[in-house]
Protein backbone atom coordinates (compact mmCIF):
# COMPACT_ATOMS: atom_id res chain seq x y z
CA UNK A 1 0.00 0.00 0.00
CA UNK A 2 1.51 3.38 -0.85
CA UNK A 3 0.72 7.15 0.01
CA UNK A 4 -1.45 8.45 -3.49
CA UNK A 5 -1.32 11.78 -2.03
CA UNK A 6 0.36 14.96 -3.91
CA UNK A 7 3.26 16.09 -1.78
CA UNK A 8 2.30 18.76 0.05
CA UNK A 9 -1.63 18.25 0.08
CA UNK A 10 -3.51 17.53 3.88
CA UNK A 11 -5.14 14.25 3.07
CA UNK A 12 -8.87 13.51 2.40
CA UNK A 13 -11.64 10.60 2.74
CA UNK A 14 -10.64 10.57 -0.96
CA UNK A 15 -7.20 9.64 -0.21
CA UNK A 16 -7.85 7.13 2.08
CA UNK A 17 -10.41 5.21 -0.04
CA UNK A 18 -7.51 5.20 -2.70
CA UNK A 19 -5.42 3.71 -0.81
CA UNK A 20 -7.67 0.83 0.74
CA UNK A 21 -9.40 0.38 -2.64
CA UNK A 22 -13.01 1.04 -1.26
CA UNK A 23 -15.48 3.49 -1.66
CA UNK A 24 -15.36 7.34 0.09
CA UNK A 25 -18.71 6.07 2.04
CA UNK A 26 -17.15 2.72 3.12
CA UNK A 27 -13.94 4.96 4.61
CA UNK A 28 -16.50 7.04 6.39
CA UNK A 29 -18.39 3.98 8.10
CA UNK A 30 -15.32 2.37 9.20
CA UNK A 31 -13.83 6.06 10.90
CA UNK A 32 -17.36 6.66 12.24
CA UNK A 33 -16.90 3.25 13.87
CA UNK A 34 -20.21 1.58 12.09
CA UNK A 35 -19.85 -2.37 12.92
CA UNK A 36 -21.44 -4.13 9.98
CA UNK A 37 -18.47 -3.98 7.90
CA UNK A 38 -16.00 -6.23 7.12
CA UNK A 39 -13.30 -6.93 8.75
CA UNK A 40 -11.09 -7.47 6.26
CA UNK A 41 -12.28 -3.64 4.85
CA UNK A 42 -12.28 -2.16 8.02
CA UNK A 43 -8.36 -3.57 8.45
CA UNK A 44 -7.36 -2.09 5.23
CA UNK A 45 -9.05 0.68 5.86
CA UNK A 46 -7.09 1.43 9.35
CA UNK A 47 -3.90 0.85 7.24
CA UNK A 48 -4.85 3.48 4.72
CA UNK A 49 -5.30 5.72 7.46
CA UNK A 50 -2.05 5.17 8.54
CA UNK A 51 -0.51 5.69 4.88
CA UNK A 52 -2.04 8.88 4.82
CA UNK A 53 -1.82 10.23 7.59
CA UNK A 54 -5.53 11.41 7.66
CA UNK A 55 -6.52 13.21 10.98
CA UNK A 56 -10.41 13.85 10.60
CA UNK A 57 -11.14 17.28 11.17
CA UNK A 58 -13.12 16.85 14.18
CA UNK A 59 -14.63 20.22 14.57
CA UNK A 60 -15.65 20.41 10.98
CA UNK A 61 -17.17 16.64 11.29
CA UNK A 62 -18.83 17.49 14.79
CA UNK A 63 -20.89 20.28 13.34
CA UNK A 64 -22.44 17.72 10.12
CA UNK A 65 -22.67 15.01 12.65
CA UNK A 66 -23.78 16.81 15.90
CA UNK A 67 -21.08 14.02 17.71
CA UNK A 68 -18.37 14.78 19.84
CA UNK A 69 -16.59 11.42 19.51
CA UNK A 70 -16.42 11.22 23.53
CA UNK A 71 -18.72 8.52 25.75
CA UNK A 72 -19.53 9.38 29.06
CA UNK A 73 -18.18 6.08 31.21
CA UNK A 74 -19.70 6.53 34.15
CA UNK A 75 -19.82 4.16 37.65
CA UNK A 76 -23.11 4.67 39.46
CA UNK A 77 -24.84 3.31 42.32
CA UNK A 78 -25.87 4.24 45.43
CA UNK A 79 -23.03 5.76 47.66
CA UNK A 80 -23.09 7.84 50.38
CA UNK A 81 -25.63 10.82 50.16
CA UNK A 82 -25.33 14.27 52.14
CA UNK A 83 -26.19 14.72 55.42
CA UNK A 84 -28.22 17.15 57.13
CA UNK A 85 -25.86 19.65 56.62
CA UNK A 86 -25.21 18.94 53.16
CA UNK A 87 -21.74 16.97 53.97
CA UNK A 88 -20.62 14.09 52.31
CA UNK A 89 -17.29 11.50 52.50
CA UNK A 90 -15.24 12.51 50.23
CA UNK A 91 -14.10 10.32 47.94
CA UNK A 92 -15.53 6.89 50.10
CA UNK A 93 -17.03 6.13 46.96
CA UNK A 94 -14.48 6.47 43.84
CA UNK A 95 -11.39 4.69 46.20
CA UNK A 96 -13.97 1.74 47.02
CA UNK A 97 -14.30 1.44 42.99
CA UNK A 98 -10.36 1.91 42.86
CA UNK A 99 -9.63 -0.88 44.99
CA UNK A 100 -11.83 -2.94 43.13
CA UNK A 101 -9.94 -4.56 39.93
CA UNK A 102 -13.10 -5.62 38.45
CA UNK A 103 -13.88 -1.78 36.79
CA UNK A 104 -9.75 -1.20 35.86
CA UNK A 105 -10.88 -3.99 33.77
CA UNK A 106 -14.06 -2.33 31.98
CA UNK A 107 -11.93 0.96 31.40
CA UNK A 108 -9.58 -1.32 29.47
CA UNK A 109 -11.62 -3.46 27.62
CA UNK A 110 -13.92 0.55 26.87
CA UNK A 111 -10.58 1.96 25.97
CA UNK A 112 -9.15 -0.91 23.68
CA UNK A 113 -12.50 -0.79 21.20
CA UNK A 114 -13.16 3.18 21.36
CA UNK A 115 -9.64 3.98 20.33
CA UNK A 116 -8.94 2.23 17.49
CA UNK A 117 -12.30 3.82 16.40
CA UNK A 118 -11.07 7.28 17.42
CA UNK A 119 -13.61 8.15 20.00
CA UNK A 120 -12.37 8.54 23.90
CA UNK A 121 -14.08 8.29 27.36
CA UNK A 122 -14.72 10.36 30.15
CA UNK A 123 -15.22 9.15 33.26
CA UNK A 124 -17.50 10.08 35.29
CA UNK A 125 -19.15 8.58 38.98
CA UNK A 126 -22.66 9.13 40.29
CA UNK A 127 -23.04 8.06 43.18
CA UNK A 128 -25.68 11.04 44.88
CA UNK A 129 -28.24 12.32 43.25
CA UNK A 130 -26.29 15.53 42.88
CA UNK A 131 -23.64 13.48 41.07
CA UNK A 132 -26.46 11.75 39.00
CA UNK A 133 -28.18 15.44 38.32
CA UNK A 134 -24.65 16.45 36.50
CA UNK A 135 -24.37 13.33 34.56
CA UNK A 136 -27.79 14.01 32.78
CA UNK A 137 -27.30 17.72 32.63
CA UNK A 138 -23.80 16.48 30.74
CA UNK A 139 -25.73 14.33 28.71
CA UNK A 140 -28.15 16.21 27.97
CA UNK A 141 -26.02 19.32 26.73
CA UNK A 142 -24.22 16.82 24.25
CA UNK A 143 -20.69 16.85 25.64
CA UNK A 144 -20.76 13.26 24.98
CA UNK A 145 -22.46 11.16 22.28
CA UNK A 146 -23.94 8.58 24.91
CA UNK A 147 -23.16 6.65 28.07
CA UNK A 148 -21.85 3.46 29.24
CA UNK A 149 -23.05 2.68 32.82
CA UNK A 150 -21.15 0.42 35.29
CA UNK A 151 -24.10 0.46 38.30
CA UNK A 152 -23.03 -0.99 41.37
CA UNK A 153 -26.31 -0.91 43.11
CA UNK A 154 -29.87 -3.04 42.03
CA UNK A 155 -32.21 0.30 43.23
CA UNK A 156 -29.69 2.69 41.64
CA UNK A 157 -32.02 5.26 39.51
CA UNK A 158 -29.68 6.07 36.83
CA UNK A 159 -30.22 3.67 33.82
CA UNK A 160 -33.96 4.60 33.83
CA UNK A 161 -33.58 8.12 34.51
CA UNK A 162 -31.26 8.37 31.15
CA UNK A 163 -33.40 6.14 29.32
CA UNK A 164 -36.68 8.40 29.79
CA UNK A 165 -34.92 11.56 29.12
CA UNK A 166 -34.06 9.36 25.77
CA UNK A 167 -30.49 9.47 25.86
CA UNK A 168 -28.34 6.68 24.00
CA UNK A 169 -27.06 4.48 26.84
CA UNK A 170 -25.74 0.61 27.62
CA UNK A 171 -25.70 -1.13 30.82
CA UNK A 172 -23.10 -3.47 32.47
CA UNK A 173 -25.54 -6.08 33.92
CA UNK A 174 -28.98 -6.79 33.68
CA UNK A 175 -30.86 -3.99 35.36
CA UNK A 176 -32.73 -4.71 38.32
CA UNK A 177 -35.83 -3.23 37.57
CA UNK A 178 -37.46 -3.48 34.05
CA UNK A 179 -35.66 -0.85 31.70
CA UNK A 180 -35.73 -0.56 27.24
CA UNK A 181 -31.95 -0.22 28.11
CA UNK A 182 -29.47 -2.05 26.12
CA UNK A 183 -27.02 -4.32 28.27
CA UNK A 184 -24.37 -6.98 28.58
CA UNK A 185 -24.02 -9.61 31.04
CA UNK A 186 -22.92 -12.87 32.24
CA UNK A 187 -25.16 -15.95 32.37
CA UNK A 188 -24.58 -15.70 36.47
CA UNK A 189 -26.18 -18.91 37.97
CA UNK A 190 -24.57 -21.19 35.11
CA UNK A 191 -20.98 -19.94 36.50
CA UNK A 192 -22.17 -20.73 40.07
CA UNK A 193 -22.55 -24.18 38.84
CA UNK A 194 -19.70 -24.50 37.43
CA UNK A 195 -18.18 -23.55 40.64
CA UNK A 196 -20.60 -25.78 42.94
CA UNK A 197 -19.77 -29.30 40.81
CA UNK A 198 -16.21 -28.54 40.80
CA UNK A 199 -15.92 -28.63 44.37
CA UNK A 200 -18.37 -31.89 44.66
CA UNK A 201 -16.09 -33.50 41.87
CA UNK A 202 -13.15 -33.15 44.36
CA UNK A 203 -15.17 -35.03 46.97
CA UNK A 204 -15.64 -32.06 49.23
CA UNK A 205 -19.33 -32.51 51.24
CA UNK A 206 -19.47 -29.57 53.76
CA UNK A 207 -19.26 -26.94 50.84
CA UNK A 208 -20.48 -23.24 52.56
CA UNK A 209 -20.60 -20.06 50.33
CA UNK A 210 -19.50 -16.31 50.46
CA UNK A 211 -21.94 -14.74 48.65
CA UNK A 212 -21.80 -10.81 47.55
CA UNK A 213 -23.92 -8.29 49.04
CA UNK A 214 -27.42 -9.63 48.48
CA UNK A 215 -29.20 -5.93 46.99
CA UNK A 216 -26.93 -6.68 43.51
CA UNK A 217 -28.50 -8.74 41.38
CA UNK A 218 -25.11 -10.43 40.15
CA UNK A 219 -24.60 -11.44 43.69
CA UNK A 220 -28.19 -13.20 43.96
CA UNK A 221 -27.64 -14.76 40.81
CA UNK A 222 -24.36 -16.71 41.77
CA UNK A 223 -26.07 -17.98 45.03
CA UNK A 224 -29.12 -18.98 43.51
CA UNK A 225 -27.02 -20.79 41.06
CA UNK A 226 -24.78 -22.29 43.96
CA UNK A 227 -27.99 -23.55 45.95
CA UNK A 228 -29.70 -25.23 43.09
CA UNK A 229 -26.75 -26.75 42.20
CA UNK A 230 -26.38 -28.40 45.75
CA UNK A 231 -29.85 -29.19 46.24
CA UNK A 232 -29.75 -30.88 42.87
CA UNK A 233 -27.14 -33.33 44.34
CA UNK A 234 -28.55 -33.82 47.84
CA UNK A 235 -27.30 -30.84 49.76
CA UNK A 236 -29.98 -28.99 51.25
CA UNK A 237 -29.37 -25.84 53.23
CA UNK A 238 -25.22 -25.23 52.42
CA UNK A 239 -24.52 -22.00 55.20
CA UNK A 240 -23.94 -18.86 53.74
CA UNK A 241 -22.32 -15.93 54.98
CA UNK A 242 -23.11 -12.25 52.86
CA UNK A 243 -19.80 -10.06 52.10
CA UNK A 244 -19.53 -6.83 49.89
CA UNK A 245 -17.10 -8.08 46.96
CA UNK A 246 -13.93 -7.16 49.22
CA UNK A 247 -10.95 -8.60 50.99
CA UNK A 248 -11.94 -7.59 54.25
CA UNK A 249 -15.15 -8.64 54.03
CA UNK A 250 -14.45 -12.03 52.93
CA UNK A 251 -12.20 -12.46 55.84
CA UNK A 252 -14.73 -11.63 58.40
CA UNK A 253 -17.05 -13.96 56.01
CA UNK A 254 -14.80 -16.44 56.78
CA UNK A 255 -14.25 -15.69 60.16
CA UNK A 256 -17.96 -16.45 60.59
CA UNK A 257 -18.63 -19.58 58.65
CA UNK A 258 -15.51 -21.33 60.75
CA UNK A 259 -17.03 -20.42 63.92
CA UNK A 260 -20.23 -21.45 62.66
CA UNK A 261 -19.44 -24.49 60.87
CA UNK A 262 -16.14 -25.98 61.80
CA UNK A 263 -16.26 -29.02 59.81
CA UNK A 264 -16.48 -27.20 56.83
CA UNK A 265 -14.17 -28.44 53.46
CA UNK A 266 -15.43 -26.91 51.14
CA UNK A 267 -16.28 -22.52 50.21
CA UNK A 268 -17.21 -21.41 46.93
CA UNK A 269 -16.52 -17.27 46.84
CA UNK A 270 -18.36 -14.49 45.29
CA UNK A 271 -15.90 -13.11 43.88
CA UNK A 272 -11.82 -13.40 43.99
CA UNK A 273 -11.80 -10.83 46.57
CA UNK A 274 -13.68 -12.60 48.73
CA UNK A 275 -11.95 -15.79 48.03
CA UNK A 276 -8.49 -14.24 48.34
CA UNK A 277 -9.58 -13.21 52.17
CA UNK A 278 -11.17 -16.42 52.91
CA UNK A 279 -7.74 -17.93 52.09
CA UNK A 280 -5.98 -15.72 54.28
CA UNK A 281 -8.39 -16.68 57.47
CA UNK A 282 -7.80 -20.31 56.74
CA UNK A 283 -4.15 -20.44 56.52
CA UNK A 284 -4.27 -18.32 59.95
CA UNK A 285 -6.84 -20.97 61.22
CA UNK A 286 -4.40 -23.68 60.06
CA UNK A 287 -6.03 -24.86 57.48
CA UNK A 288 -4.93 -26.09 54.42
CA UNK A 289 -5.99 -24.98 50.74
CA UNK A 290 -6.72 -27.28 49.37
CA UNK A 291 -6.18 -30.15 51.00
CA UNK A 292 -8.09 -28.92 53.83
CA UNK A 293 -10.54 -26.94 52.36
CA UNK A 294 -10.89 -26.01 48.68
CA UNK A 295 -11.51 -22.69 47.49
CA UNK A 296 -12.89 -21.35 43.82
CA UNK A 297 -13.46 -17.81 43.45
CA UNK A 298 -15.19 -16.01 40.89
CA UNK A 299 -14.00 -13.07 37.93
CA UNK A 300 -10.81 -14.53 36.92
CA UNK A 301 -8.90 -11.17 38.14
CA UNK A 302 -5.84 -10.08 38.66
CA UNK A 303 -6.83 -11.19 42.58
CA UNK A 304 -7.10 -14.42 41.75
CA UNK A 305 -3.19 -15.59 39.96
CA UNK A 306 -1.80 -13.03 43.28
CA UNK A 307 -3.44 -15.26 45.62
CA UNK A 308 -1.65 -17.69 48.07
CA UNK A 309 -2.17 -20.36 46.43
CA UNK A 310 -3.20 -19.48 43.09
CA UNK A 311 -7.36 -19.43 42.61
CA UNK A 312 -9.73 -21.86 40.91
CA UNK A 313 -12.04 -19.60 39.90
CA UNK A 314 -15.27 -18.60 37.29
CA UNK A 315 -14.11 -16.38 34.42
CA UNK A 316 -15.87 -13.48 33.78
CA UNK A 317 -14.26 -11.97 30.32
CA UNK A 318 -14.97 -8.41 31.73
CA UNK A 319 -12.78 -6.78 29.11
CA UNK A 320 -14.66 -8.82 26.36
CA UNK A 321 -17.79 -7.69 27.95
CA UNK A 322 -17.17 -3.87 28.62
CA UNK A 323 -15.70 -3.95 24.82
CA UNK A 324 -19.09 -5.22 23.65
CA UNK A 325 -21.01 -2.88 25.54
CA UNK A 326 -19.01 -0.74 24.05
CA UNK A 327 -20.27 -1.59 20.45
CA UNK A 328 -23.61 -1.70 21.23
CA UNK A 329 -23.71 2.32 22.21
CA UNK A 330 -21.67 2.97 18.49
CA UNK A 331 -24.34 0.56 16.94
CA UNK A 332 -27.33 3.01 19.01
CA UNK A 333 -25.55 5.94 17.69
CA UNK A 334 -25.71 4.78 13.88
CA UNK A 335 -29.34 3.84 13.61
CA UNK A 336 -30.72 5.61 17.06
CA UNK A 337 -34.31 3.27 16.19
CA UNK A 338 -32.45 0.27 16.81
CA UNK A 339 -34.14 -1.74 19.83
CA UNK A 340 -32.87 -2.73 22.74
CA UNK A 341 -30.63 -5.62 23.22
CA UNK A 342 -28.92 -8.12 25.47
CA UNK A 343 -25.65 -10.08 25.39
CA UNK A 344 -25.04 -12.94 27.31
CA UNK A 345 -21.68 -14.19 27.69
CA UNK A 346 -21.03 -17.85 29.12
CA UNK A 347 -18.39 -18.15 31.89
CA UNK A 348 -15.77 -20.65 31.98
CA UNK A 349 -13.99 -22.39 35.13
CA UNK A 350 -10.12 -21.75 35.58
CA UNK A 351 -8.88 -24.67 37.97
CA UNK A 352 -5.91 -23.54 39.61
CA UNK A 353 -4.54 -24.75 42.75
CA UNK A 354 -6.97 -23.75 45.61
CA UNK A 355 -9.56 -26.78 44.52
Not at 155 to 167: F, K, M, R, S
Not at 179 to 185: A, G, H, K, L, N
Not at 262 to 276: E, I, K, R, S
Amino acid sequence: MTDPRSPGAAPTLEDVARAAGVSRATVSRVINGVRNVDPVIQEAVRQAVSVTGYTPNRAARSLVTRRTDAVALVVSGAGVEPDEDGAVEEGAFTAQVFADPFFGRVVTGVVNYLRPRGMHPVLMFAETSRARDEVLAYLRQGSADGALIVSTHAQDPLPGLITEAGLPAVLYARPARPTRISYVDLAHRDGARLAAEHLLARGCRRIATISGPLDIPAAQERLAGFRDTMARHGHAGAPVAEGLFTQESGEAAMERLLAEHPGLDGVFAGNDLMATGACHVLREHGRRVPEDVAVVGFDDSGAASACRPPLTTVRQPVEDMAAEMAGLLLDRLAAPERPATSVIFEPVLVVRDSA
